[in-house]
């Protein structure tokens, strides 16, 4: 809670307050249905969609209770359900925050579910017992509602109010959802008193944009006499400038989720707050955002977060054992030190910037999250004389983070930064038992991190892209028998990122279960033999050998039109669509090698066959490389794929998508043989 001045007391919210923006129509009367809205006609233009936003209405103003500011959210949403999987969307979802005694209060709920039975139109009321409470993390519960009777055709309604203590929590908005959107407005009225900062978003154009200010009048009181059991109060009039923001966007198109993005909530249309500073009456501004620095010293000193990365003297034995072990090699005594704690604790899968319980529980539990496995990470390598310290970042699927605003809420990952000699340093995370020392898992690329160290003027952003790269190689022996059919043998490497997601198909689904996938992509294939190698050793690729066949036709054709390489490559181009807004995003680079080698069955010869390639995009940003040699009855294919970038901007998709185009094009070319006469 946020007291407005330290010895004045704000007694009321007189009127005379001017809200010139908000004097503008309401776009959404809850209740009033627009009889359009049941007329399937109108959604003709809509029809590929599950369900279209009708209108999304927000309003946020302040008003006054018991001396304090509180911040008073107002939203009404209607929706038409076009098919069944938007039935979900019936179900609604309100975070609240709270803080020691402090929560927001959720009010003035109500919904109804519009229908058009036998030509009458009916709805049906929200009911009370359809809402629920949930926790969804230390400081934040979810209200959750489901609206009754959906089916398609049907259009739901529902409003509810926000009430909040907590100023710096001031409402975001988004504009824009994976349906489409035909009209979705924020109004936001803000005292001269409240320094917010606005990031606006995305690449949808705002319809209207308006800020005009009005005049408030505050009747403050200070100190006072005292006069037996009364406090007179000498009260004075403040009048304070009131801007009315008012935000617009139309007719906004569903976000489209592409391959090789990190989140939506990096590109989608919104606009968010931060409250920056504050500017009371006759006293100077007071700023209140965080500063890098702030966020430094204080994760450091919480007892959260740099409490539990001090040390982990219940691993004292097993730390000295491995000391003594690699005594002279700091990076061999890293590697080990990770090792040990990721067999102590293994990863539950929840990504979290503070630990969740102590290390020392983690550790008699033998599970945790990423915080509380790398936390005992750093006070294990701590522990082992190393220098090591915390980098805080955001995963892929959190969003990234703006180096310009110091925010601790952008953040939600943790892991070791480890300084060596000669000025090395490493980044290490634990959690993954299949990514080698060193290399991060793949949900951590995700642009910088923040290094934070005792001086906080010494924290530095870290560059997170990896050296680690997505490496296939793959060697091809076929027999091609007179009826099109194969026989051959195959050795597969799998190194870098791919090693790891390999690894880690491995161990969950078992052999038998990961050759049954690998053959359910290849129509026709038959797999009688296979060996795995380097299961167990992250440091390599790993290594697969297998036989297979594959059945031709049911007779000797004088003709054979054969495409091995359809076996082994990508046949659909991973960018369909001809525009992108936001950037390709893999991660890291990549290296992919096939080569083939074809042997002919006895008595044919090749009548036609692609000719080789190399396409080059721009900047030398990547290479694929296709050519095909004949030998003594047979053919050898080479196919080459180098993508020199891990990301790659909205600009440069369109070489991207050709380059794409022409790599599975070639790919796909056949060879024809001939039977000699």
Partial sequence: MQKLLPRLFLLALAGGLTFTAHAQTEPIKFGKLDPKDMDEKSFVADSAAEAVVLCDYGVSRFSVANGEFKIMFERVTRIKILKKSAYDRATVEVPLYHKGQSEEKLGSLRGFTYNMVNGQLTKEKLASESTFREEKSANVTVRKFTLPNVRVGSVIEYAYSVSSDFLFNFQNWQFQESIPVRWSEYRASIPEYFDYKMLMQGYEPLAISEHPTGQAQYILGSGGSSDGNRVRLSTETVSASVTNHRWVMKDVPAFRDEPYMTTSRDYVARIDFELAGTKWPNQGYHSVANTWNKINDDLLMGEEFGGQAKHASFLKDEIAALKAKHAGDPAALTAAVRHLVHHSVKYNDLDRLYATTTTRRAYDLHSGSAADVNLLLIGALRDAGLTANPVILSTRDHGRVNTMFPLLSKFNYVIAHVALPDNKEILVDATEEATPCGTLPRRCLNGVGRL???????????????????????????????????????????????????????????????????????????????????????????????????????????????????????????????????????GALTDEVNQVTLTLPAGYVVE?????????????????????????????????????????SAEEYAALRDFYSRLMAKQAEQIVLKKKS
């Avoid at 721009?618 to 694929?624: A, E, K, Y």
């Avoid at 004949?630 to 891990?646: F, H, T």
């Fill in 452 to 586: 934070l160290l005792s001086k906080a003027d010494d924290s530095r952003w870290v560059d997170l892209t990896p050296t680690t790269r997505y490496v296939e190689y793959r060697q091809v022996q076929l027999q091609l028998d007179e009826k099109g059919g194969y026989t051959g043998k195959v050795h597969q490497e799998y190194g870098g990122y791919l090693g790891a997601h390999h690894r880690s198909r491995l161990l969950k689904m078992g052999e038998k279960k990961f050759m049954e996938e690998l053959a359910k992509g290849h129509e026709g294939w038959d797999i009688p033999k296979y060996a795995f190698k380097a299961t167990d050793v992250n440091t390599t690729p790993l290594a697969l050998d297998y036989e297979l066949t594959s059945a031709g036709n049911e007779q000797v054709a004088d003709i054979l039109y054969v495409n091995p390489m359809r076996h082994f490559a990508d046949n659909k181009n991973p960018f369909p669509h001809e525009d992108r807004r936001f950037p390709v995003d893999f």
């Fill in 608 to 648: 036609e066959m692609p000719k080789p390639i190399v396409v080059e995009l721009p900047d030398n940003g990547g290479r694929f490389l296709y050519s095909i040699s004949p030998g003594e009855n047979s053919l050898q294919i080479i196919s080459r794929l180098n993508l020199r970038k891990a990301v790659y």
